[in-house]
């Protein structure tokens, strides 16, 4: 099996064959609406010379021979004619001709349909020259190729043959095609709904959410009818046994060593509605085709199979489920709380999903309380790593407890809730639900619930930056302590290490940080091993994001030995992805997202997730599908705007200077500067809101209005922000170099908005301090302006070229593309040996000109010198110059590259 990325290389390796003088041939196999047709399309639209697409059509009550290359040629003004005896030397002499005047892609679609003739002639060709200018591609639908086994085993033999089958999408690949579909990231548990039933099949995915809410959470409770009928079609060319034993399968519910015939599940085998697994069990190629058959079903019908089942099931999960399907209420209640002890710990998931079950059912007088079973939830939840449904728990006990009667019980609740629905996304953490633990449990100091209580207090307020922070952290740690109970410690622990590194005590946060994780690895207490590896990177003193990436990943690899499930896993793997995008390692930022992604990750690692890839996509000029990133990320956390963990208005502040709108990122800045505490990558704010301002005086100039307005903001930013952070004490190298490089780029933006005479040595200061911070997306941001102001005076252009060239490697190796055009247009204006790219429409982009001073202009935003250009419209090059000199002046520009600056932006 081959991915859609290996199976595309390989098709497109054969077309530019073709081009090379090199016949090739890839046979696609795949199962139906997996995606072979349309990849092959990607194929032939890099393919530069003719494509010749033959398909093959489902006929059953008649034969028309050679249809598929009949199709093909249909049309052409030169074509091959097929009625001949010799057909099969006519179309190979055709295509020999043809390929002799330019490459030829003969694609043939749904081989499995093709009639007899038609594989006549195909084989003849793939046997033919090699040295031809033809790439074959041929797509077979798997499951409908029983009749080819002899043709596929002859052409195989054949020299420069390939065959590769084609998988299915992943579950990240299929929440990005869902993505695709709706116009905006989906719910993460609508990917899980869909996943589950396409298992990966784009076709059925495309027909599972069409006409899907775009916030849709999950799929209606009822397939559409278009998608039943392309499930189905195949199922009712079954016979009757056949039939019947695949909708005895589709009830069971589950892949199953069916009793019946051989024969008969041959027949289904062959067709390819049932596959066979290594353990001997049948199940459906296409997961959906078992709730068709099962909602063909008269209800009557349904209900007799599954209490049929149930009574014959020894499992006691499966009985739990038929009997709940059957509509027999007691005995799916009985039968799930039975199949809870039989989940074990790797089943914790499925134990919530039972024990919620049994919740609902719970009959009255029923011996399991409504308490008893939202506690058992709540464990089962911490197992399983599911927090939300483990907050969802203590919600409910808190609505059943009675706060006054059990005022322990009540404080335990709420001082275990503060950490979980803050690690859940729902938002910063509660001080008055701290507060009101801490009173209930204020009678008896020396408990367990009084130490989560002040564990949870110090935990809100330091996050809040409440003064008293820090003293609470201590008391919290010393009850801990002297109780010995681990639940009570790890929650100090983690507010000893925060504390002590907002003291700047790096090394007595990092020792909190490193005994919290060994003890939470013991325990398996996941969650807080999650937690302890955030303190153990803040407490870093690395002198680089990438000594954040190695802490990252050696923390990750110990929750994986340790057995972690993947939605804590995921948010390491997020933080991993944050940093390697920091540290310009993209390629290492996508693969880390995509382990982040690739099962149902925690709220914040979804989110952290969805942030870095807006960054990413923006930074390399997909800016819909940046925005749809942050859009997911800001819908997943509750008060997303205020949630300081996470940095929303650097994000968006950065997408939406990126793409122009300097009202929107100054809004975002202003709102995150604004904030107490100050959100992540605050830093990032006074910067980007220069910058904005910066462009918008730029703007202003550019059309020949006053700027003050402007300026007076920019004055107003930076006199309310000469900063952009209070420096703590004792910052880890890589946090003073990262708050030096963010000072420089904010000192350099308002420079050049003011237009000030330093702006130069600024911009170097900028860059030097970025490259000092190993901050390359920034670096080659600062050196692209570094090089503008250079460049605006002869004096300047030694530095100017260099800083360019370094622009220009960082930006490529980033693939950085619109800061990339921006490197490239400039280089091109000042000819330093970069492609130039011409505008065509510069010469209409600044107003006054003269007709031949517009000719010029676009000449010379082209990157042609003044001998080039004088050349081009038969004038000397003392003419041109005065010409470039009358516009220098009307624009008030100092430079022809300044000059061919302003003709870009404004055109």
């Not at 940095?647 to 122009?660: I, K, M, Q, T, Y």
Request: with cysteine; glycine share 8%; aromatic share 4%.
């Amino acid at each position: 099996m081959g991915s859609r990325a290996e199976v595309a290389a390989a098709a497109l390796a054969v077309v530019e064959g073709a081009g090379g003088g090199e016949s090739g041939t890839l046979l696609i196999s795949g199962e139906a609406g997996v995606g072979k047709t349309t990849l092959v399309r990607l194929a032939c639209d890099a393919a530069g010379g003719a494509v010749l697409w033959a398909p093959c059509l489902p006929l059953t009550s008649l034969s028309v021979p050679l249809l598929p290359l009949r199709t093909a040629v249909r049309g052409l003004a030169v074509r091959p004619e097929l009625d001949s005896s010799e057909a099969l030397l006519v179309f190979d002499t055709w295509l020999d001709r043809a390929a002799g005047d330019e490459p030829v892609v003969l694609v043939v679609d749904d081989l499995q349909w093709a009639d007899q003739s038609s594989l006549d002639v195909l084989m003849y060709v793939i046997a033919g020259r090699r040295d031809r200018r033809l790439a074959v591609l041929v797509t077979i639908r798997t499951g409908e190729d029983g009749r080819l086994r002899r043709w596929l085993a002859d052409v195989r033999r054949l020299p420069g043959v390939r065959e590769m089958a084609l998988d299915r999408l992943d579950r990240v690949s299929t929440g990005e095609q869902i993505g695709g579909l709706l116009g905006r990231p989906p719910h993460e548990s609508l990917v899980d709904d869909v996943f589950a039933r396409s298992a990966g099949n784009p076709y059925l995915t495309k027909l599972l959410v069409r006409g899907l809410d775009p916030d849709a959470r999950s799929l209606p409770p009822h397939l559409p009818d278009e998608l039943r009928g392309a499930l189905s079609r195949t199922w009712h060319s079954l016979s009757p046994p056949a039939r019947e034993v695949t909708t005895a399968i589709a009830v069971a519910g589950r892949p199953t060593a069916a009793a019946a015939p051989g024969e008969v599940l041959r027949e289904a085998l062959d067709a390819g509605v049932l596959t066979v697994d290594d353990y001997g069990r049948y199940w459906f190629a296409h997961p959906l085709l078992a709730e068709v058959l099962v909602e063909g079903l008269l209800p009557e019908e349904r209900r007799s199979r599954h209490a049929a089942l149930a009574e014959s099931a020894d499992d006691p999960i499966e009985r739990a489920d038929h009997y709940y399907r059957a509509g027999m209420d007691d005995e799916a209640y009985r039968w799930a709380l039975k199949a809870t002890a039989v989940t074990g710990p790797r089943g914790a998931a499925e134990t919530v999903r039972l024990l919620r079950r049994a919740l609902r059912l719970r009959p009255e007088g029923a011996e399991e309380s409504a308490e008893d079973l939202l506690h058992l939830i709540r464990r089962a939840a911490h197992v399983a790593g599911r927090l939300t449904d483990e907050v969802a728990a203590i919600d409910d006990l808190l609505a059943l407890v009675d706060q006054d009667a059990q005022p322990m019980v009540a404080a335990e609740l709420l001082a275990c809730r503060i950490p979980l629905a803050f690690s859940a996304g729902k938002g910063n953490t509660s001080l008055e639900d701290a507060a009101k633990a801490e009173r209930l449990s204020s009678a008896h100091p020396r408990s367990r619930e009084h130490a989560l209580a002040v564990g949870a207090v110090a935990f809100s307020r330091l996050w809040r930056e409440v003064a008293d922070g820090p003293v609470k952290a201590a008391e919290a740690l010393r009850l801990a302590r002297a109780g010995g109970w681990p639940d009570a410690l790890m929650l100090a622990l983690s507010a000893t290490s925060q504390a002590r590194c907002g003291a700047g005590d790096l090394a007595g946060g990092a020792e909190a940080a490193r005994e919290l994780l060994a003890l939470a690895l013991r325990l398996g207490e996941f969650e807080w091993a999650v937690d302890a590896t955030y303190w153990v990177l803040n407490n870093s003193a690395g002198a680089t994001a990438q000594a954040l990436v190695d802490d990252a990943r050696a923390c990750r690899q110990e929750l994986e030995r340790a057995g972690a499930v993947h939605s804590h896993v995921s948010e390491i793997c997020s933080l991993e992805a944050e940093y390697l995008l920091v540290v310009g390692d993209w390629r290492g930022c996508l693969d880390r997202l995509r382990v982040a992604l690739g099962a149902r990750p925690s709220v914040l690692a979804d989110a952290r997730g969805r942030n870095t890839a807006a960054i990413l996509s923006c930074r390399q000029g997909r800016f819909t599908e940046a925005e749809a990133h942050a859009a997911r990320a800001g819908e997943l956390i509750a008060g997303a705007a205020d949630f300081s963990p996470f940095p929303f208005d650097a994000v968006n502040a950065e997408l939406a200077v990126s793409r122009g709108d300097t009202e929107r990122a100054l809004a975002c800045s202003f709102h995150g500067l604004a904030l107490h505490p100050p959100p992540l990558d605050a830093e990032r704010l006074l910067p980007l809101a220069a910058r904005a301002l910066a462009d918008r005086v730029q703007a202003d100039r550019d059309q020949g209005e006053d700027p003050s307005a402007e300026l007076e903001r920019m004055r107003d930013l930076r006199q309310r922000y000469p900063r952009v952070a209070v420096v703590e004490p004792n910052l880890s190298k890589f946090n003073a170099r990262w708050l030096a490089a963010m000072q420089c780029w904010a000192d350099a933006e308002t420079a050049r908005a003011r237009r000030d005479p330093a702006e130069l040595t600024c911009w170097h200061a900028a860059a030097e301090a970025c490259d000092e911070a190993v901050l390359p997306w920034d670096e080659a941001y600062c050196r692209w302006r570094e090089a503008q102001a250079a460049l605006r005076g002869r004096a300047g252009r030694r530095q100017g070229t260099t800083a360019l060239r370094r622009a220009h490697e960082l930006a490529t190796d980033l693939q950085a593309a619109p800061l990339l055009a921006d490197v490239d247009l400039l280089a091109r204006n000042a000819h330093i040996t970069f492609e130039a790219v011409v505008v065509d429409s510069a010469g209409d982009a600044i107003p006054g000109l003269t007709p031949r001073e517009r000719e010029v202009l676009v000449h010379l935003v082209s990157g042609r010198t003044y001998s080039e250009i004088a050349r081009a419209l038969v004038l000397s090059e003392k003419t041109v110059g005065v010409h470039v000199s009358n516009m220098l002046r009307k624009t008030g520009t100092t430079g022809r590259a300044e000059l061919a600056e302003l003709a870009r932006r404004r055109s």
